[in-house]
């Protein structure tokens, strides 16, 4: 079943302690992307990737970093995590940016005290 | 900015036809449109795109207007299952980012 898989699904975390959450697809795509949705603000895109090894900047990257060493992984890293990266996070993947389909993960909730 | 417009929310009785309409008036010539869903506690899901005919597969039917300015989702028959919030969007930059708005909510009564 093709899926985009994320963990964790939710996470109570503190001010400054790093995580990572993980993003993987069985569909060998490869532009993979990293979304945060907040109520009122819709969907914002944090982090892209076109292939391996190459990654951009979305609309709000301050605070978070992404590597794409594998094809299928594109992790999301919080380095030192603040209250204001408390949101909802959606990794998803197309085969065709232009016209493709985005599949999206399950979404992974994350609180930050 | 090619920018999209959806009414807030919209009502439909179950298993009655439902017009999501979006307005999209400053779309360029290769914009495509594309429809997503998100289905409460869960991420956005692809309904359906097109480019300037009508389209249609299992889930719905798209229809384009013809200067393309606007557009209509259509669902055939509305399940309780179908209550989301509809995305119309464009893909309007040189990365081709969807850019996502708020979307309508459409609530099904049974």
């Known amino acids: 079943e093709a899926q985009v898989t994320q963990n964790p699904r939710y996470l109570i975390t503190v001010t400054g302690k790093k995580l990572t959450v993980t993003c993987s697809q069985n569909?060998?795509?490869?532009?993979m992307s990293w979304y945060r949705q907040d109520p009122g603000l819709g969907l914002r895109q944090i982090y892209y990737?076109?292939?391996?090894?190459?990654?951009d900047k979305g609309d709000v990257p301050e605070g978070y970093k992404v590597s794409r060493k594998e094809k299928r992984n594109f992790p999301l890293i919080l380095e030192s995590p603040s209250p204001n990266q408390t949101s909802l996070y959606f990794c998803?993947?197309?085969?065709?940016?232009?016209?493709?389909?985005?599949?999206f993960g399950e979404g992974s909730r994350l609180t930050v005290l | 900015d090619a920018k999209t417009t959806q009414p807030n929310s919209m009502e439909s009785n179950e298993e009655e036809p439902v017009h999501l309409p979006c307005n999209h008036s400053?779309?360029?010539?290769?914009?495509?449109i594309h429809w997503y869903r998100q289905l409460p506690s869960q991420g956005p899901e692809y309904v359906i795109h097109?480019?300037?005919?009508?389209v249609n597969n299992r889930m719905a039917s798209l229809a384009i207007a013809e200067d393309r300015k606007s557009s209509t989702l259509i669902l055939h028959r509305a399940t309780l299952r179908d209550a989301a919030v509809y995305y119309c969007?464009?893909?309007?930059?040189?990365?081709?980012?969807?850019?996502w708005g708020a979307g309508t909510k459409l609530i099904i009564k049974p």
């Open positions: 969007i464009l893909r309007w930059d040189s990365n081709y980012q969807l850019i």
């Open positions: 569909m060998n795509h490869e532009y």
């Open positions: 990737s076109m292939n391996v090894e190459v990654t």
């Open positions: 998803a993947s197309t085969r065709d940016r232009k016209t493709g389909e985005l599949f």
């Open positions: 097109g480019l300037t005919s009508n």
């Open positions: 400053t779309i360029s010539g290769t914009d495509y």
